[in-house]
């Protein structure tokens, strides 16, 4: 009897670990839900609420050096379209996000993420026109996180290999994941990077990598997946983080494998 409930419990716990074998990451936070709205402060609350794994969001510099979020290299003013970072933070202020938010900074991003509980934040560094520019974008980001004691709830992703260089030289215990879909394994390893980052058609493309990373010690990272199929794809291929609009939906379809 005591035997047949060791094994129950042993069967109980390495069911458990095949659920939690994948983890979520909310791209640009939970948006697709009321009252949202993508890389908002309110997306970040409800990715939170649903204790998701993490919560992507996007980051540039202002002109007057002041990082901002947002995804897009433009915003839109009034009808006329501006470049983020090429423009004031004043005017970036002016801003509206879709919920009625406005564009927010990264430090009222990190006052707001200070309260979460369950999710961690991933942010991206978008590639700027200088690495000048990058250079700042990092330096006072990962300042800020410092600012705050959150090291150990941040990670770090980005389509650029300064910032990936960047990233080691200001924070060499940060985790930070490369996202360009051009470098294999062996080469991330050589540069740092805690592992890849890539759009699910280029591991379609090399499904060998993800074993490969694995076998490295390094995490693999699918985005952006949204699709039922392109989910079970994913959920076979064994990434260990799956970054998605569909958050629910993710969770809903690893529960039932």
């Not at 649903?50 to 992507?56: A, D, K, Q, Y």
């Amino acid at each position: 009897m005591r035997l047949k409930s060791f094994l129950f419990a042993l069967m109980l716990m390495l069911g458990m670990a095949g659920l939690n074998a994948q983890q979520i990451i909310a791209h640009r936070g939970y948006w697709k839900t009321n009252g949202s709205a993508q890389n908002s402060i309110t997306a970040l609350m409800k990715a939170d609420s649903i204790r998701v794994f993490g919560s992507e969001v996007d980051v540039w510099l202002s002109s007057d050096g002041v990082p901002v979020v947002n995804h897009d290299a433009h915003v839109t003013l009034n009808g006329k379209e501006l470049i983020v970072q090429d423009t004031p933070l004043a005017t970036l202020r002016k801003v509206k996000l879709a919920n009625g938010e406005t564009l927010p900074t990264v430090e009222e991003y990190l006052d707001a993420f200070a309260s979460c509980r369950h999710t961690r934040l991933i942010i991206e560094f978008k590639t700027h026109s200088s690495k000048e520019r990058e250079a700042e974008l990092a330096r006072k980001v990962i300042g800020m996180v410092r600012e705050q004691g959150l090291q150990e709830k941040v990670e770090y992703i980005t389509f650029g290999l300064h910032f990936v260089q960047q990233v080691r030289m200001i924070d060499p215990q940060a985790k930070v994941y490369y996202l360009n879909g051009d470098l294999s394994p062996g080469v991330l390893a050589a540069i740092g990077a805690a592992g890849f980052d890539y759009h699910y058609n280029v591991v379609y493309k090399r499904p060998q990598w993800v074993q490969a990373a694995h076998n490295l010690g390094q995490k693999v990272n699918i985005w952006t997946v949204n699709s039922p199929e392109d989910i079970q794809k994913i959920i076979g291929l064994k990434a260990d983080y799956i970054t998605t609009d569909e958050p629910l939906l993710v969770r809903e379809t690893i529960e039932k494998q």
